[in-house]
């Protein structure tokens, strides 16, 4: 039979085949080594478009994520914040789903507390809310208290993940004014992220120094002066993209 060389297509095809319910079904089943496998393939089927996405909203997903975001197996819940980073980069309506599901509360404890690992997946969660979120979701993540966490990851050792953590930030201050009375600026300078952000100027990644930079300019009055200057780093310096987390976790 024809298949397609297209990643849609090969998910499209899994839809097709009739297996979601029952792959949502063993999510909660008592064995850690079906609950992996039935997670995965769902994580999977996410990253496809905001229809395929659609679809397995429809089948009752999010109960069961919103479980496994305390499974006692670490890679469960990677998993878990995984699959809900490839749904949070989907259209606010999709986002709006987690929020009546009360997936951020338990997925913004898990960016402040969890292991290293499990941070990473539930930042690319949280950040591509804030990327395709409407303003009134962005409000309810300051909200729910996700500045502080946010803030913490600028000192991490992972260079995509500050990008990450700097993304949503700025994401989250532009819903307020660039003067004073921006809440997101103010709960920034309360933890320590201007120190922080101040900080990232001598990163060696271009695009961590000069989104920094940006933000400290744009939200806190920072001058770009002989104290602020842009390190020298290699051809192979990494750019980022967001929108989406492609990377699978291992478990």
Known sequence: ??????????IQQVIDSGVCRRLVELLMHGSFAVQTPALRTIGNIVTGDDTQTQFVLNIAILPC???????PKKGIRKEACWTI??????????IQTIVEADIFPPLIHLLGSAEFDIKKEAAWAISNATSGGSPDQ??????HSIVRPLCDLLEFPDPKIIMVALEGLENLLRIGPKGPGNEVATQIEEHGGVQKLEALQRHQATEIYEKSLKILETYFEAEDDDQNIAPNVNANTQTYAFGHNPNVPNT
């Open 1 to 10: 039979s024809y298949l397609s060389d297209g990643p849609n297509d090969r």
């Open 65 to 71: 994520l919103h479980s496994l975001l305390s499974s």
């Open 85 to 94: 980073s490839n749904i949070t980069a989907g259209n606010s309506t999709q």
């Open 138 to 143: 962005l409000r309810y993540l300051v909200a």
